[in-house]
């Protein structure tokens, strides 16, 4: 059963570069059938699509955070990571990663990891 | 970028009761909408995707319909276990985009 795991640094400085990592188990990211995503959600609200990955190293983003957003993939470690440049509080947010489906109809997301809590404070 | 508006935002219901949310589109998506379970400190789950296609291991009281514009999730025999916020979310245009949420919550 594929698991997703989220890691990194639960606190960072203002202006400074958050990194995080998804680590899947029981599974290969290299399979082919799944794009793998970034999702946040700010203490208290809805929830936004930062970004995805397919295991080519091809990538989609949301426009809104774009020009600071970069997913990256090592399929030697079962990995992706996410780093978002120049954080502000606003980007203070339980972050998730997600597997969503390579189907012509697709599917949502529909594995996720438990999220981890980034604070952005000085 | 398409714009998603849930309703309620907030539902009262017992044990029991059938409860219905809306999940309203800015433009046409057909069916390409997934419908989450969130509990508070948890990550969502799937229950619906496609619109109206049960996500494996949902319980049947569980159903979503619609295409194009207009979207719902009926949960036709509430239980103390669906107390939680529920969430759309449209997979037909970049960028993703969910629902505001509707939190369902004891009457």
């Known amino acids: 059963q594929v698991q997703l795991q989220e890691s990194g640094p639960g606190l960072v400085k203002p202006s400074q570069t958050l990194s995080l990592t998804c680590t899947v188990s029981g599974g290969s990211i290299s399979s082919g059938s799944y794009y793998w995503s970034w999702i946040r959600q700010p203490a208290g609200k809805g929830l936004e699509w930062i970004g995805r990955i397919y295991t080519s190293g091809s990538t989609n983003y949301n426009p809104s955070l774009k020009s600071r957003v970069t997913i990256s993939v090592d399929t030697s470690k079962n990995q992706f990571s996410l780093k978002l440049s120049s954080v502000t509080a606003a980007d203070t947010a339980v972050y998730y990663c997600?597997?969503?489906?390579?189907?012509?109809?697709?599917?949502?997301?529909?594995?996720w990891g438990q999220g981890t809590m980034v604070t952005v404070s000085s | 970028v398409i714009w998603m508006t849930q309703s309620p935002s907030l539902l009262s219901a017992s044990t029991g009761d059938r409860v219905t949310i809306s999940c309203r589109m800015s433009?046409?998506?057909?069916?390409?909408l997934a419908w989450y379970q969130q509990k508070p400190g948890k990550a969502p789950e799937l229950l619906i995707y496609?619109?109206?296609t049960l996500q494996s291991g949902v319980p049947s009281r569980f159903s979503g319909s619609g295409s194009g514009t207009d979207f719902t999730l009926t949960i036709s025999c509430l239980q103390s276990e669906d107390f939680a916020t529920y969430y759309c979310q449209q997979y037909y245009s970049f960028p993703w985009t969910f629902g505001q949420g509707t939190k369902v919550e004891i009457k």
């Open positions: 433009q046409g998506i057909s069916s390409y």
């Open positions: 997600a597997r969503d489906e390579v189907a012509a109809a697709g599917i949502g997301f529909d594995i």
């Open positions: 496609a619109a109206s």
